[in-house]
T-cell receptor, first 112, second 115 residues
C-alpha cells in the first residue's frame, strides 16, 4: 500500500530554523499532493496542498516545493516555532479517484 | 458544523470481545474513510465508501474486520473477535467526492486497547 515514501521519520529543529520534510511518489497518475498536520490526540488536518502544474506553493511560513520529473515534493517550514511541533504527513491521490495514499509521517519537534 | 464525530473516544476491551466503532461524517459529504494508525505502520487506509457503497476494502487486515455504512450519516467499523494486535487509533474521515480539492476531514479518532 505504501506508494508515498516520506523522510525523515523524525526531525528536531531549533526555534527560528527551517524544517524540511521530503516525499517521493511512484504513481505518475497522482495529481494532487496535500500535506496534513497532526497534533497529539487529534486527527490529521489539511495544512497545504499543491497540484503538479506549479513548482511551488506558499502559504505563510509553509511552502511546498514540487519536482514533477523527479516525482518528489517537500514541505518547508520557515521560522519554525514550538507550536509547529506535530506529526506531518504527505499524501498523494488522483483527482477523480478517491484513494489517498499517505506517507509514513514525520514527527517534528521545534525546540525553544 | 461539528465536524466528523467518532465514538467512543477510548475503548478498552479484552481479547476475543467484539468491538464496534462509530462515525458520523460531515453533513453533505459523500465519501467516508476508515484509517488505522499505529507507531509501526503509520496511517493505513482500511476501507472507503462513496455514496454509502464500499469501494475499496483491500486495506482491511482480515475477516475479523467489517465495516458498514447503512446511510449517509452513519458508519461502523466492527472487529470480531478482537486481538491485542488490533490496538491502535482508528480514524474516520469524510470528504465531498467530485471536487478537485477533495480535502479529507478527520475525526478525533478512537483509541482502542485490546488486553
Amino acid at each position: 500500500q505504501q506508494q508515498v515514501k516520506q523522510s525523515p521519520q523524525s526531525l528536531i529543529v531549533q526555534k527560528g530554523g527551517i524544517s524540511i520534510i521530503n516525499c517521493a511518489y511512484e504513481n505518475t497518475a497522482f495529481d494532487y499532493f496535500p500535506w496534513y498536520q497532526q497534533f497529539p490526540g487529534k486527527g490529521p488536518a489539511l495544512l497545504i496542498a499543491i497540484r503538479p502544474d506549479v513548482s511551488e506553493k506558499k502559504e505563510g511560513r509553509f511552502t511546498i516545493s514540487f519536482n514533477k520529473s523527479a516525482k518528489q515534493f517537500s514541505l518547508h517550514i520557515m521560522d519554525s516555532q514550538p507550536g509547529d511541533s506535530a506529526t506531518y504527513f504527505c499524501a498523494a491521490y488522483q483527482v477523480g479517484g478517491n484513494d489517498m495514499r499517505f506517507g509514513a509521517g514525520t514527527r517534528l519537534t521545534v525546540k525553544p | 458544523d461539528a465536524g466528523v464525530i467518532q465514538s467512543p473516544r477510548h475503548e478498552v476491551t479484552e481479547m476475543g470481545q467484539e468491538v464496534t466503532l462509530r462515525c458520523k461524517p460531515i453533513s453533505g459529504h459523500n465519501s467516508l474513510f476508515w484509517y488505522r494508525q499505529t507507531m509501526m505502520r503509520g496511517l493505513e487506509l482500511l476501507i472507503y465508501f462513496n455514496n454509502n457503497v464500499p469501494i475499496d476494502d483491500s486495506g482491511m487486515p482480515e475477516d475479523r474486520f467489517s465495516a458498514k455504512m447503512p446511510n449517509a450519516s452513519f458508519s461502523t467499523l466492527k472487529i470480531q473477535p478482537s486481538e491485542p494486535r488490533d490496538s491502535a487509533v482508528y480514524f474516520c474521515a469524510s470528504s465531498f467526492y467530485g471536487t478537485s480539492r477533495n480535502e479529507q476531514f478527520f475525526g478525533p479518532g478512537t483509541r482502542l486497547t485490546v488486553l
